[in-house]
């Protein structure tokens, strides 16, 4: 609250104009969001196959482990050690595509970068259109009250759509 009141009370006293936007309703209302995250969600699903089928050898290794009577020494000690070579695979898989930086986050960044930076364009461009000074972003959660009159998230959302930032 203490944020807001710096910011938005002396530009309000100096007679500056001021907007918000809600990027969350506009997000929402972008087909290229629902698409980016079905594409996303398919994408993951592949990886998670992939995942699955690393598990399904890892165990049945453990489970030939397991029949320790039937098994010579030499084979057991392969069959271990083939049990650990998979388990490092399975643990670099998981890390390189859901870890910190992995190919989900990465993907995911080049799905909706693109989507941000419309946004943001067509922001700017309104602002500058119509002599607004201040733009905020009632989604962050640092607007308590806006009237109406200076909610600018349906133009930007029509501005978006039809593809005029």
């Known amino acids: 609250m203490k944020l807001l009141a710096v910011f938005v009370l002396p530009a309000l006293m100096l007679g500056q104009t001021v907007a918000v936007f809600d990027a969350d ?56 050690a083939l049990l650990e070579e998979k388990k490092v695979q399975i643990e670099s898989y998981l890390s390189s595509v859901f870890g910190p930086g992995g190919l989900m986050e990465r993907r995911n960044e080049e799905l909706v970068n693109p989507i941000i930076a419309a946004i943001n364009e067509a ?34 959302i029509d501005r978006v759509m039809s593809g005029n930032d």
């Open 25 to 80: 309703r506009v997000f929402e209302s972008l087909g290229e969001v629902t698409d980016a995250r079905e594409l996303l969600e398919t994408e993951m699903d592949e990886w998670e196959l992939h995942v699955d089928s690393l598990q399904e050898e890892i165990d049945l290794l453990q489970e030939d482990l397991s029949r320790t009577l039937m098994m010579s020494p030499e084979r057991r000690q392969e069959k271990e």
């Open 123 to 156: 922001v700017m461009n309104i602002a500058s259109e119509e002599g607004i000074e201040l733009v905020l972003d009632a989604s962050a959660g640092q607007v308590v009250y806006a009237d109406a009159s200076v909610d600018i998230t349906d133009q930007v």
